[in-house]
Each structure stands twice: as structure tokens, then as C-alpha cells.
């Protein structure tokens, strides 16, 4: 498993590549991009986003009150509102993406298919049994 320092690093080298080029982007498009700043960087934010799925939480809510609240203080010491993570996620919603797409292998052209008959449970049966 990834350690959550390694995870954190290697999201933050991409941050600092990809912030100045997107920026760049929005400025040359005359996009406008409301920001406000936050004690919690970009960085950490998509790290707190990538560690839900890891963790394989049910909810955010119950991942960020009942366990990043309470046991990564220590690793996010800049903590904000469950509220205000909520509009930061929207923020990170493009450059996740990005750090995602970045991760993605290339393509060998080689597929497997399990062509093995799973039956389907009763209620979900479209025929009598």
C-alpha cells in the first residue's frame, strides 16, 4: 500500500507543475476564476480526495468527520469545516483529473475477457425458476 507521505509528494510535484500551466491557460481563455485561499492546499485536498477511495469509505462526510478529523491531525495540521472542504473539492475537480490521467499506463493492446457464466440471484432473475 502507499504510504500517505509518498501520495502527498508525488501529488504535490505535479501541483507545481501543472498550477502555473493551467493558470496560464485560464488567463490566455479569459476564463474568470473565482478563488478564494485556504489554509488547505491544493495538494492536500486531492490528497484527502484519492485517500477516500483508498480507504473505501461509504460516504465523505463519515471519511472526513469520523476519520481525517480525528486520526490525520497530525499529517493535515491545517484542517478546514466540512463545509468549506466541499467548495475546495469543487475547486480540485479539474487538476485531479489531470493527476489522474497523468497516472493512467500506456496501452498493450492486450485484453482478457473471463467468459465464465455468473448466474444471477432470484429477485434479480428474469425468468422463473
Known amino acids: 500500500m502507499v504510504s500517505l507521505e509518498a501520495l502527498f ?6 501541483c ?20 478564494q485561499p485556504s489554509s488547505l492546499t491544493l495538494s492536500e485536498v486531492m490528497t484527502l480526495l484519492i485517500l477516500f477511495h483508498i480507504e473505501r469509505y461509504r460516504n465523505f462526510k463519515a471519511f472526513y468527520l469520523g476519520y481525517v478529523c480525528k486520526h490525520l ?8 469545516s466540512y463545509t468549506r472542504l466541499l467548495t475546495l473539492k469543487r475547486q ?3 487538476p485531479l483529473c489531470a493527476f489522474l ?14 467468459s465464465t457464466f455468473i448466474e444471477c440471484l432470484p429477485q434479480y432473475s428474469d425468468s422463473p425458476k
Not at 17 to 32: G, V
Not at 73 to 80: H, S
Not at 101 to 114: E, M, R, V, Y
Request: glycine share 2%; proline share 6%; charged share 20%.
Open 16 to 35: 507545481k507543475q501543472f498550477l502555473p500551466q493551467w493558470q496560464a491557460m485560464l488567463i490566455a481563455s479569459k476564463q474568470k476564476q473565482h478563488y
Open 73 to 80: 491531525r497530525k499529517a493535515f495540521p491545517q484542517l478546514v
Open 92 to 94: 480540485a475537480l479539474m
Open 9 to 14: 509528494t508525488d501529488i504535490d510535484d505535479f
Open 101 to 114: 490521467t497523468s497516472k493512467k499506463a500506456t496501452p498493450t493492446g492486450i485484453a482478457f475477457i473471463d
